[in-house]
């Protein structure tokens, strides 16, 4: 369950023929961490993935466990996709929304974000395929840094 099915460094990582090989139809996007790092910075590059989603037809919603809305929908307005927030990620409702307004099963949806206990074990819950990246900013609280730890912990012992 808590096993993402991929692993990369940042999203923009992820070539679109990935997606074609996995059969992937649309993607479920994590915002903190993932699209934009500490500071409310987006990651470099991007608006021309996203660009390269879209030309690809694959479908794109923005899922965050945010309860900023204006945070998460200033970032889906600027990407131009639709998008959930307060998701309560691992929890099915959020994932469940978006996948309505994708409109596609949950198996050819691929749901990318930093965190193992929010992102990769909601979707693994929702048999989507998971892909966890590595996150944008370093912890800046305690305990977020104990969160971290414990997931490379977790990280160690699923591929040992
Ligand atoms: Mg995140």
Redesign the pocket.
């Known amino acids: 369950m808590l096993k993402p099915k991929a692993r990369f460094d940042k999203i923009t990582d992820i070539d679109t023929n990935f997606f074609k090989e996995k059969n992937i139809k649309a993607v479920i996007l994590?915002?903190?961490?993932?699209l934009i790092d500490f500071d409310k910075k987006p990651l470099d590059n991007i608006e021309s993935w996203i660009e390269s989603l879209k030309k690809e037809n694959i479908k794109i919603c923005i899922a965050s466990?945010s309860i900023k809305k204006p945070k998460v929908s200033k970032v889906a307005q600027k990407l131009d996709v639709p998008y959930v927030y307060f998701s309560t990620k691992p929890f099915k409702r959020g994932l469940k929304k978006a996948q309505k307004i994708l409109q596609v099963e949950p198996q050819y949806i691929a749901e990318i974000?930093?965190?193992l206990f929010?992102?990769v074990l909601g979707a693994n819950r929702m048999k989507m395929f998971s892909i966890l990246t590595t996150?944008l900013s370093p912890e800046k609280t305690l305990l977020g840094e104990i969160k971290r730890k414990f997931e490379k912990f977790v990280l160690h012992k699923i591929y040992a």
Not at 30 to 34: E, K
């Open positions: 994590d915002v903190d961490n993932t466990n974000g930093d965190q929010t992102d996150p």
